[in-house]
């Protein structure tokens, strides 16, 4: 999302002045958030990425970057060949790792199958009680929170009557990074809906139907359905924290470097979030652009969190901006409080993009 992101911008600032490479082995892009709606019905969109980024002014390269020199403007890709650069954004993402054992976890599209089957459990009566969990309380945890609203919402639809859908996080309170108010929101929507919600609670493992909980809790269900857990990729040449993330200054330069940028849930921005890692790339974007001589004070960073939370009924838009102490400017509508339209990746330029891209149906990859 970051590289796309940057790319669109650094084309609107600079426009053919700048040759723009992006470097991946991966050759598609997975609109990731809709994931959580696949067990229940939704497609989820998947581009074909060199043709993506070549419409974004982009040239693909199908290697991956493991190391930079900063000083000599060097990227080295894996297989050990050396590319010039005179600015670079490393966004290589996080990788996800199991965080639960015994329980299934879901990543996106792949366990699409898992869920539907656990849903089909229910619906023969074979369980009734299901957990929703997380290891990590930085971690994006509104999947989390959607997983138990559409699996109540498809119960109830289908007439099962007796069920127990709990959502155990290691959060103080339901999507806590959105602040108070948006949390607020969100448990008693969960309350209404008969969700329970054990919060404070750091799931480990999952045997013989019982959910261990640190420090000493054991409580019990018939299925554990869980995030997986954020990690680092491995990257040479930067200043990494205790994670293993990359740190970054206020306009997403990797410290003590000039022209080597990060962005994205590669960075030690604890927030690991699409649109977090757009307003990353924007930022790194303008800066790279004020660096080339276009006439732009370089905004710093300066992260609001969006979020659409589908809840199986109407969704739910939140903000919250992520600097400061109060809740001032939290909200929780039915309508999106920010331009740009309901889609979930909320970016200053990809969500337009894409929309683009969708109407023309050009680029999409069917399967
Ligand atoms: C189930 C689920 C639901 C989500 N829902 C939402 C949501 O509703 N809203 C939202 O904003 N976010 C959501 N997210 C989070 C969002 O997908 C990520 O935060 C976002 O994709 C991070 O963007 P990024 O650019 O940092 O990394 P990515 O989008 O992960 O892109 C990184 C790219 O770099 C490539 N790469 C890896 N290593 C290298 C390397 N060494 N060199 C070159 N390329 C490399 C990868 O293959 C990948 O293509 C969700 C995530 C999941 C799993």
């Not at 005179?86 to 966004?91: E, W």
């Not at 138990?148 to 007439?159: F, I, N, V, Y």
């Not at 790339?281 to 080339?292: G, R, W």
Request: aromatic content about 8%; overall charge negative.
């Amino acid at each position: 999302m970051a590289a796309l992101e940057a790319t669109l911008v650094i084309g609107d600032l600079l426009g053919e002045r700048a040759n723009v490479e992006i470097h991946s082995t991966r050759q598609d892009f997975v609109y990731r958030p809709h994931s959580v709606g696949m067990p229940f019905g939704t497609a989820v969109k998947t581009y074909d990425l060199p043709a993506l980024a070549g419409r974004c002014g982009a040239e693909f390269h199908p290697d991956n970057i493991m190391s930079v020199d900063d000083s000599a403007r060097l990227a080295t890709t894996f297989h050990g060949t050396s590319i010039p650069y005179d600015h670079l954004l490393f966004a290589a993402g996080a990788s996800r790792r199991w965080p639960i054992s015994g329980a299934t976890t879901f990543w996106g599209i792949g366990e699409a199958a898992d869920i539907e089957e656990i849903i089909g459990r229910f619906k023969t009566g074979r369980i009734r009680r299901a957990a929703f969990t997380m290891p990590s309380v930085g971690d994006w945890s509104l999947p989390m929170y959607e997983l138990a609203l559409l699996t109540d919402a498809e119960l109830s639809r289908a007439g099962v009557a007796d069920y127990e859908l709990t959502v155990v996080t290691p959060e103080d309170r339901p999507l806590q990074l959105f602040g108070t108010h948006v949390g607020d929101a969100v448990a008693s929507l969960l309350d209404r809906r008969g969700i329970e919600v054990i919060a404070g609670a750091h799931p480990t493992s999952f045997e013989g139907g019982r959910l261990q909980v640190a420090p000493d809790a054991s409580l019990e269900f018939d299925e554990v359905i869980s995030l997986p857990r954020i990690e680092a990729q491995a990257a040479g040449g930067f200043i990494h924290d205790s994670g293993g993330f990359i740190r970054i200054d206020e306009h997403c330069r990797a410290l003590h470097c000039e022209r080597t940028y990060a962005a994205g849930d590669i960075t030690s921005f604890p927030v690991k979030q699409g649109g977090i890692a757009a307003q990353q790339a924007d930022v790194a974007a303008e800066a790279i652009a004020a660096e080339l001589g276009v006439p732009i004070a370089p905004s710093p960073f300066d992260p609001i969190l969006r979020g659409v939370l589908w809840t199986g009924h109407e969704p739910l838009y939140l903000q919250h901006r992520l600097a400061g102490e109060d809740d001032g400017g939290s909200v929780v509508s039915t309508d999106p409080p920010w331009d740009g339209g309901g889609d979930k990746i909320v970016a200053r330029r990809l969500t337009s993009f894409l929309a683009e891209v969708d109407a023309e149906h050009d680029l999409e990859l069917r399967h």
